[in-house]
């Protein structure tokens, strides 16, 4: 258990639909990152926050956005959403280890969309 | 823009014998970090193992360790006396200036009893 929680575990919707799903790091950790996993992209950086700021952006579609809240927990957002939207989001939290922050992950939201 | 290339995309071990999953990647920066993250069935991706480019020292964790060879861009994971457990897939990552990792395909592996 690497002390990153997300909720849901599953979500399943309909195309056009608008989701959020919900990450807490653990205590310490300052940075949030979100990925995606699907069966044709791999795993893809989407998007990280840094103490509420966002810091950097992958191939975050304009559809998706994200926050970060005082508190450090983080939210990722889908709109309209689309079948290929389909596909199992992570969440990371950072630690500072040897030089460099080693991200750790949560469980995982699987979202289908029908 | 840094690439990873996992070139086997499965194999398969007997237990308590030693397995290594390679992976190359590429990368124009000179400071940069290297991992191998396992997702096991359960989805969860767990850290296995970090190594830092500048350190000429393979890492190891255990019964898990790495070939890093800097000039060849090549980063290995070997896996010692492989238990059933170690079945899953297993991911290797690269993290350069920014803090985005970058991941290959995955290579799926299986441990037979």
């Known amino acids: 258990d690497s002390g990153v929680t997300q909720t849901p575990k599953h979500l399943i919707t309909a195309t056009g639909q608008r989701v959020t799903l919900r990450c807490s790091p653990r205590s310490g950790d300052l940075s949030v990152y979100w990925y995606q996993q699907s069966l044709d992209q791999g795993l893809q950086f989407l998007i990280q926050y840094y103490n509420g700021e966002e810091r950097a952006k992958g191939n975050i579609l304009e559809r998706f956005s994200a926050q970060q809240f005082p508190d450090l927990h983080s939210e990722l957002n889908l709109s309209s959403l689309e079948l290929g939207d389909s596909a199992l989001y992570f969440c990371?939290?950072?630690?500072?280890?040897?030089?460099?922050?080693?991200?750790?992950f949560g469980p995982g939201t699987r979202l289908t969309v029908l | 823009a840094q690439t990873v290339t996992q070139s086997q995309p499965e194999m398969s071990v007997q237990e308590a014998e030693t397995v290594t999953l390679s992976c190359t990647y590429d990368t124009s920066e000179s400071n940069y970090y290297l991992f191998w993250y396992k997702q096991p069935p359960s989805r969860q991706m767990i850290l296995v193992i970090r190594?830092?480019?500048?350190?000429?020292q393979n890492a190891t964790e255990n019964r898990f360790s790495v070939n890093f060879q800097k000039a060849a861009k090549s980063f290995s994971l070997k896996i010692s006396d492989s238990q059933l457990g170690d079945t899953a897939m297993y991911f290797c990552?690269?993290?350069?200036?920014?803090?985005?990792?970058?991941f290959g395909k995955g290579t799926k592996l299986t441990v037979n009893p």
């Open positions: 990371a939290g950072s630690a500072r280890e040897g030089g460099t922050d080693t991200q750790y």
């Open positions: 990552a690269h993290k350069g200036g920014s803090e985005k990792l970058v």
């Open positions: 190594q830092e480019a500048y350190k000429q």
